[in-house]
């Protein structure tokens, strides 16, 4: 069986879904699993190092046109193969495939997302499950999720390969720059569901420290009002490197996740390899994903937000180390050489594959 990988994310910038894919891809190749990622002819974005991969450039284009309609004509008279799409759907067309489901916001809130990004997935989610042989998800919340949104999914197609981190890209750093300013930092794209607006409020009253955003907008989501309004307390930094963030991750007294929806929350266990305390909204997936290493809040009330900030900040070096000793447990039970087995797993030993 010959594994291909659909490789459009590596002409992408790398966010949260495009690290997944990348990470598995690398795992696969440290494992030394052969596989091929089929990648369109637009120039490989440099947040990516594919040296240790196996690509081939084919077709015209990068968008979800190459995706859907130039991508299929590659493995014309191709037998015995199978394609992963580790981002989403995959091309319909294509039946020899395994799609990545990250999570369900689109239907769960669809005020969230621009009516075109909406549509887009509304329509072309079921047609890729319904042409898929196997479904990849991230959590067991997910999992749920597309079984409560499409029922006709048999449960036992559905597979939870979990994100982790790379301990030599997320790490304390035995020694850095002291930070200017005592500070608290979320990561993540700027869009509703994140639930910034929120944290920005909660900043309001808070003395003594400031918030660091890292991210930027996305047009794909709908932006609410006074998300992204500067205070004298909020900062936001944009899209940073992954040295960079590792060195904020170092420096944070804190990391806070307000997340209203989740399918895993990759943010958070990244802080926990960096030995930097989560707080974050209490929302299923998080307790899946982050279990007893964080400290929870409710993600719709400013109040409550505010005064578990405040109450942390508060704490001693006793709570704190505690803490940062139970995220390094935590991280434990995530490995992305684990989840790179889980997907060759599915080509081994499942009989429809």
């Given at each position: 069986?010959t ?25 696969m ?7 091929t990622?089929?990648?369109p ?15 081939v450039h084919?077709g ?5 046109f ?6 299929p004509?590659f ?11 580790f ?14 489901i ?7 809130n669809?005020?969230w ?16 499950v319904?042409t898929?042989?196997q ?27 979990y ?11 035995p ?12 990561v ?5 569901r994140?639930?910034f607006?929120?944290l920005?409020?909660a ?8 918030l ?5 907008t996305?047009?794909v ?19 940073v490197?992954d040295?960079?963030l ?7 007294v804190c ?16 802080a ?12 299923e ?6 279990a ?7 993600p719709q ?5 505010r ?14 180390s ?9 991280m434990?039970r ?6 790179a087995?889980?997907v060759?797993?599915?080509v ?6």
């Amino acid at each position: 069986m010959t594994i291909y990988i659909n490789g459009r994310f590596l002409t992408q910038p790398m966010t949260g879904v495009e690290r997944y894919a990348y990470n598995i891809c690398k795992a696969m190749a440290r494992i030394q699993q052969p596989f091929t990622i089929v990648c369109p002819k637009a120039t490989i974005h440099p947040d990516y190092d594919a040296n240790d991969l196996t690509v081939v450039h084919y077709g015209i284009g990068n968008s979800h046109f190459w995706e859907q309609c130039v991508l299929p004509f590659f493995f014309l008279g191709k037998k015995n193969y199978i394609l992963f799409s580790f981002t989403g759907l995959g091309s319909i067309l294509i039946r020899h495939k395994v799609m990545t489901i990250h999570d369900l916001s689109f239907l769960a809130n669809p005020s969230w997302f621009s009516k075109a990004y909406f549509w887009w997935y509304k329509l072309m989610t079921p047609l890729a499950v319904r042409t898929s042989l196997q479904i990849i998800t991230v959590s067991e919340f997910s999992k749920k999720e597309i079984l409560r949104y499409y029922p006709f999914v048999k449960e036992e197609f559905i597979h939870v390969v979990y994100n982790a981190v790379y301990k030599d890209k997320f790490y304390p750093l035995p020694e850095h720059p002291a930070p200017t300013e005592r500070f608290a930092l979320a990561v993540s794209s700027i869009d509703p569901r994140k639930n910034f607006y929120r944290l920005v409020q909660a900043f309001e009253n808070i003395k003594d420290c400031k918030l660091y955003i890292v991210g930027k907008t996305n047009r794909v989501f709908n932006q609410c009002k006074g998300m992204v309004e500067e205070m004298s307390n909020v900062k936001y930094l944009g899209r940073v490197s992954d040295e960079e963030l590792l060195k904020l991750y170092n420096q944070a007294v804190c990391f806070i996740f307000p997340s209203l929806y989740e399918g895993f929350g990759l943010p958070t266990l990244e802080a926990m390899a960096c030995g930097c305390p989560v707080l974050l909204s209490d929302i299923e997936v998080h307790r899946e994903v982050c279990a007893n290493a964080g400290v929870y809040f409710n993600p719709q009330n400013v109040d409550n937000i505010r005064n578990t900030i405040e109450q942390f900040l508060k704490e001693d070096d006793t709570f704190r180390s505690s803490l940062i000793a139970k995220g390094y447990e935590n991280m434990k039970r995530f490995s992305w050489g684990n989840s790179a087995q889980a997907v060759i797993n599915l080509v081994r030993y499942k009989h429809n594959i």
